[in-house]
């Protein structure tokens, strides 16, 4: 099982804080393809990133069991 | 890191604490940037702000800024803080504090700081308007 934090618009498309998936690994990028085909309301919002374990990873990048996953919608700090 | 502070918070920020921060004895200048909630966007009324921020990895991006800051200017110290939560019209959302020896380098840092805090750091704003809110960036 996986599970993925989910903030500001992210949050509000999962309607929770977090999103679980019952996988044991995969990659960044079939996360995001499992994430969009689940929700279809990512496809309609500016992209997002994926940060494993508190940093942004690449689509390429392995998440395995006990990682730290969450989706970063378009940022708007400041 | 040494010379680099940084901060979340869902209480009000206090300018004089981030320039105690910064303040230097060998430094001549000190830039402080504060960003305000404004009252307008887009020809729309803006009531308030919300913040939400994933505070960890937020911090962690606040301190790399600091820490890039440092390298590429010739700076002493940097304080970045930030706001979660409620944010009211006037009030204050980041607060960037740069000190360096001579002021050129105080100003660079602080524009480059807070341009790249609005590129990396995951933090997210929710406006509120009278007729309903929005996250602001999200949607094409």
Same mark, same amino acid.
């Given at each position: 099982?996986?599970?993925?934090?989910?903030?500001?618009?992210?949050?509000?498309? !999962?309607?929770?804080?977090?999103? $679980?998936?019952?996988?044991? *690994?995969?990659s960044v990028a079939e996360l995001r393809t499992i994430m969009n085909r689940q929700y279809q309301a990512f496809t309609q919002?500016?992209?997002?990133?994926?940060a494993v374990n508190q940093e942004y990873a690449t689509d390429d990048q392995i998440i395995q069991q006990g990682d730290e996953v969450a989706i970063i919608p378009p940022v708007s700090g400041g | 890191?040494?010379? !680099?502070?940084?901060?979340?918070?869902?209480q009000t920020?206090?300018?004089d604490q981030v320039y105690q921060h910064v303040v230097h004895e060998s430094c001549g200048g000190i830039c402080l940037f504060i960003g305000t909630v404004r009252n307008r966007n887009k020809? *729309?009324? !803006?009531?308030h702000l919300d913040f939400e921020t994933y505070q960890p990895m937020a911090l962690k991006?606040?301190? *790399?800024?600091?820490? $890039? =800051?440092? #390298?590429?200017?010739d700076i002493e110290q940097i304080a970045i803080?930030?706001?979660?939560?409620? !944010?009211g019209i006037k009030d204050i959302a980041v607060i960037i504090a740069v000190s360096?020896? #001579?002021?050129?380098?105080?100003?660079? =840092?602080? $524009?480059? =700081?807070?341009?790249?805090? *609005?590129?990396?750091?995951?933090?997210?704003k929710k406006e509120h308007l009278e007729d309903g809110s929005y996250w602001v960036g999200a949607r094409p």
């Open positions: 099982m996986i599970n993925i934090k989910c903030f500001g618009i992210a949050r509000e498309i !999962v309607q929770n804080d977090i999103a $679980q998936f019952d996988v044991e *690994k995969l919002i500016k992209g997002y990133m994926i | 890191m040494e010379g !680099v502070n940084v901060l979340i918070s869902d920020l206090s300018i020809g *729309k009324t !803006v009531t991006e606040m301190s *790399k800024i600091g820490e $890039q =800051a440092i #390298h590429k200017f803080y930030h706001r979660s939560g409620f !944010v360096s020896v #001579h002021r050129a380098a105080c100003f660079e =840092a602080c $524009q480059y =700081a807070i341009d790249t805090l *609005k590129e990396t750091v995951p933090i997210w």
